[in-house]
Each structure stands twice: as structure tokens, then as C-alpha cells.
T-cell receptor, first 112, second 110 residues
């Protein structure tokens, strides 16, 4: 069974731009969660989607948004990028909202 | 609030046992997880334990849970150089979110 895939793997943007990251969960998984990983803040929860509905949201500004499609694929969008948004963005999928999460390899975003 | 704490660094010799400790604050946490992250990679789920269990063993891995003290540990028997990585403890909060510790860097010396 294929694992969680994330595209692109690496991305370089400049301040003020916007970016869209994509995540394809494991086949059959309906829940997708997003995390931001930085050296200073560690792993921080962004949001969780289940059956196209946002179920949980972390403490991030409104510039961070996401959505989930009917095939469970998810995208997250960051608008008006800031230098501090440089991070590894990890996506995780699970069968449901209470099950163990399996992570993708992440997208490394660098904001210049 | 919801918080998970881990020591930042552990160094052991190859063949020794490693014990990585973690404490959490949310007493209503239902599941507790251990993940491994190698350089440049995502997180790999190693094992997890349900909050009504005290211990779980899976090959070289043993998880111990002291629910009263909100303390979780991961023991790796016969540690190998390939076990060198960052290990994250995570607790599923009563809000459904997964709260991670800062990660413990395990260094295995030959």
C-alpha cells in the first residue's frame, strides 16, 4: 500500500507570495492533519480534516488555510508569506480522527 | 494547557539499552505515541499505547506508561547505530489534537 505523499518536496518563495502544498493520504484514510516543524518551535499542529470538514485547528493566523477534497486529498495554503514561515510542513493521514497517524516525507518551504 | 516534555539528548553505546522519557500534562490523553525521525525524513510511527495499558512490547521496543505520574518511556534494547535519530513522544489530547514533545536526539556510538 502506498504511503502518504506530499508535493512538492522542496519550495522556495519570497516574502509576500502565497503557496499551496498538497497531500495525498494512504488509500482508505479519510483524516488528514497538517503540522509545521521548525527548529525553534518543534512540531506544531495546524489543522485536521475529516470527510472534507475541518475538525480541529491549531493556533495559527488566518494566513494559513486548508481544505480537503472528496477523494481525501488535502491542500494547505499560506498567503502573504513571512520569513518565519520557513519550515518543514508535514502531512499525516489516518483512518479516522482517533486512529494512529502516518506521516508523509514533508515539504521543505524556504521563504527568502 | 496541553503540553508534552522530553529530554533533548541521549547518548548510548551500541548494544546498550536506551531509555527515552516523556511527561505529559493532559490526564485525559487517550493514546500516546512514539515516532522516529531520521534526517531529512518525515515521522515514522514506532509504537503506541492506549491509556488503560501499563506496558507494551514490540520486538526491541518496550513502552511503559505511568498514568498516575503522566510519564511515558520508550526502551530500545540492543541499540544499533541505525537507531540514531530524533524520537518524538506525542499525546492525543481530549480535543483530538496530537501534541508533540520537542524530540529527543538519540546518538548511538559504535
Amino acid at each position: 500500500k502506498a504511503g502518504v505523499t506530499q508535493t512538492p518536496r522542496y519550495l522556495i518563495k519570497t516574502r509576500g507570495q502565497q503557496v499551496t502544498l498538497s497531500c495525498s493520504p494512504i488509500s482508505g484514510h479519510r483524516s488528514v492533519s497538517w503540522y509545521q516543524q521548525t527548529p525553534g518551535q518543534g512540531l506544531q499542529f495546524l489543522f485536521e480534516y475529516f470527510s472534507e470538514t475541518q475538525r480541529n485547528k491549531g493556533n495559527f493566523p488566518g494566513r494559513f488555510s486548508g481544505r480537503q477534497f472528496s477523494n481525501s486529498r488535502s491542500e494547505m495554503n499560506v498567503s502573504t508569506l513571512e520569513l518565519g514561515d520557513s519550515a518543514l510542513y508535514l502531512c499525516a493521514s489516518s483512518l479516522g480522527t482517533s486512529n494512529e497517524q502516518f506521516f508523509g516525507p514533508g515539504t521543505r518551504l524556504t521563504v527568502l | 494547557g496541553e503540553d508534552v516534555e522530553q529530554s533533548l539528548f541521549l547518548s548510548v553505546r551500541e548494544g546498550d539499552s536506551s531509555v527515552i522519557n516523556c511527561t505529559y500534562t493532559d490526564s485525559s490523553s487517550t493514546y500516546l505515541y512514539w515516532y522516529k525521525q531520521e534526517p531529512g525524513a518525515g515521522l515514522q510511527l514506532l509504537t503506541y499505547i492506549f491509556s488503560n495499558m501499563d506496558m507494551k512490547q514490540d520486538q526491541r521496543l518496550t513502552v511503559l506508561l505511568n498514568k498516575k505520574d503522566k510519564h511515558l518511556s520508550l526502551r530500545i534494547a540492543d541499540t544499533q547505530t541505525g537507531d540514531s535519530a530524533i524520537y518524538f513522544c506525542a499525546a492525543r489530547s481530549n480535543t483530538g489534537k496530537l501534541i508533540f514533545g520537542q524530540g529527543t536526539t538519540l546518538q548511538v556510538k559504535p
